[in-house]
């Protein structure tokens, strides 16, 4: 990593560089394909997030979003199979109390590694993603860590910092004004940290880093876990205040600077922002155009 970058790097969580643990999730009663089915089957339609990518030479992606239609967990693990979709089952936590229970123990023991880590809320994503799918360049805006359960995933991770994560943008997809990807430019590779994660390993990485996925071997089930701290939730918060301010004409200070009581003074002016949806949501407009389909190229069948 060019270490000028790390000098710069944001610091806004107790995780200071990317770290593997072990964990037990990788156990069948949660990555065969007869229990992912069957959780499908029975998971709400409307937090089933299906996308398929596609990236330039320059690395620059086009997202398409799809929608579940009536396929049963069967059909749609086909389609996964044989295609290159990315799923994401969003509330893990309320849908799959089994699985949650069991990343929770394992989140315990990761967690007490770092002596100030607390977490005051997480949720957990559950990743069904094709063998060949690539997730373009984004960061989350909490903690993450990421159970990898079936498959071989590559991990790269980036600095958090001006260059390679502008802070406009990350208000922008704090605000959902656009999904979550960054502004991305392939030089950036010189300053990734990679991980090639297998079966029963975590990764942790610093809080808000960015960072991109390459599927290595076979479908891949990961559990993302999603955790805030107090400090983070207010950090979190006071991008999306900064997002406002910026459509009423203000230049804000940037996050990292800003001591304990600015934080929390932004952190609650979003909380009735967010409540009236000020900046709206893009997110939620973007048109769902396929629907899975095993025998369709690319495993999606667009509308015609």
Not at 74 to 80: G, K, N, S, T
Not at 197 to 220: K, M, Q, S, T
Not at 274 to 299: C, E, H, M, T, Y
Request: with cysteine; hydrophobic share 40%.
């Amino acid at each position: 990593m060019n270490t000028q970058h790390a000098v710069h790097a944001r610091q806004l969580g107790p995780v200071r560089k990317s770290a593997v643990f072990n964990h037990g999730l990788d156990a069948g009663e949660f990555t065969s394909d007869d229990a992912l089915a069957a959780v499908l089957d029975g998971y709400p339609s409307e937090l089933i997030d299906i996308n398929l990518y596609n990236f330039d030479a320059k690395g620059q992606v086009h997202l398409t979003a799809g929608t579940r239609g009536d396929l049963t967990g069967a059909q749609l693990l086909e389609a996964v199979r044989a295609g290159r979709l990315w799923v994401n089952l969003r509330k893990v936590e309320q849908y799959w109390p089994a699985l949650w229970e069991a990343a929770s123990d394992a989140f315990a023991d990761i967690s007490s590694a770092y002596s100030n880590l607390r977490a005051v809320k997480r949720s957990g994503q559950l990743i069904i993603s094709s063998p060949k799918t690539r997730v373009p360049y984004h960061f989350d805006a909490s903690g993450v860590v990421l159970f990898h359960m079936r498959g071989i995933k590559r991990m790269f991770v980036y600095p958090s910092d001006e260059a390679h994560q502008p802070e406009r943008a990350m208000e922008d997809i704090v605000a959902r004004r656009t999904t979550e990807e960054l502004p991305y430019d392939l030089s950036f590779e010189d300053d990734a940290d990679v991980f090639e994660l297998h079966p029963g390993e975590a990764l942790i990485w610093p809080f808000y880093a960015p960072h991109r996925v390459e599927n290595v071997d076979g479908p891949c089930v990961s559990l993302s876990m999603d955790f805030q701290t107090w400090h983070s939730r207010a950090c979190t918060g006071s991008l999306y205040t900064h997002a406002f301010l910026r459509t009423r004409g203000m230049t804000p200070p940037s996050v990292a600077r800003l001591g304990g009581f600015n934080l929390a003074l932004r952190w609650l002016a979003s909380l009735p922002l967010r409540r009236l949806q000020v900046l709206g949501n893009r997110i939620a407009s973007i048109p769902k155009q396929f629907v899975p389909d095993a025998k369709a190229d690319d495993g999606a069948r667009f509308s015609t």
